[in-house]
């Protein structure tokens, strides 16, 4: 078990990868407006931007689903694999929602003996259970069905997360690398267990 599968780091991976996703959708949000790139609209898409935060429905979900804390880094590791298979449909203050809620019930299923079904994951996301059914569905399309994580990507996820935390906590200022403020997520072969960052979307 990496420090990341422990309960008591839950809070703290919780908090970091919200704000992970929160700065992608912002970014990626200003990219549009300041472009005027027309947007692909997919059924992960909402009329307007969801009045619940991106922390509170992640913490929301980590409350309720009761899936193991392994089901959120490979939500993550989704995330980013459906980024990579889909440059067009860039993770947004309109979608990540729905794209959260999708992700960890999809890595719920794959990975614990025992889970909740899209009736209950539809309640706890606030959707209605036709709709986590259609996103479920597009979801894994939208993955090519590459649903298996290897231990090798797994730990070097794990890896890079704690390293990222880690780094977060250092004074502000302290460290300094010249990255910029889009988000990047890991990107690597996974065979291999090299990795490279690769931002999640254009």
Do not use: W
Request: with cysteine; proline share 4%; hydrophobic share 40%.
């Amino acid at each position: 078990m990496t420090d990341l599968e422990s309960p008591h780091a839950m809070p703290r991976l919780i908090a970091f990868l919200s704000s992970l996703l929160q700065k992608a959708a912002e970014s990626n949000d200003l990219d549009r407006q300041i472009h005027q790139q027309p947007q692909r609209i997919s059924v992960f898409h909402g009329l307007t931007r969801p009045a619940i935060s991106i922390r509170s429905y992640l913490e929301r979900i980590f409350k309720y689903a009761n899936c193991s804390p392994s089901c959120f880094v490979v939500a993550y590791v989704y995330l980013e694999r459906f980024a990579q298979r889909q440059p067009t449909l860039p993770l947004n203050s309109l979608n990540v929602h729905r794209l959260l809620i999708t992700s960890v019930m999809v890595a719920a299923k794959f990975l614990d003996d025992i889970y909740y079904n899209n009736a209950y994951y539809a309640k706890v996301g606030g959707i209605s259970t036709m709709e986590m059914n259609f996103l479920e569905v597009d979801f894994l399309f939208g993955l090519g069905f590459n649903l298996n994580v290897t231990p090798s990507a797994f730990q070097t996820y794990c890896s890079y997360l704690q390293r990222e935390m880690m780094l977060q906590q250092c004074p502000l200022g302290a460290v300094e690398d010249g990255r910029s403020q889009k988000l990047h997520l890991i990107c690597f072969n996974e065979d291999e267990a090299s990795h490279q960052k690769q931002e999640l979307a254009v």
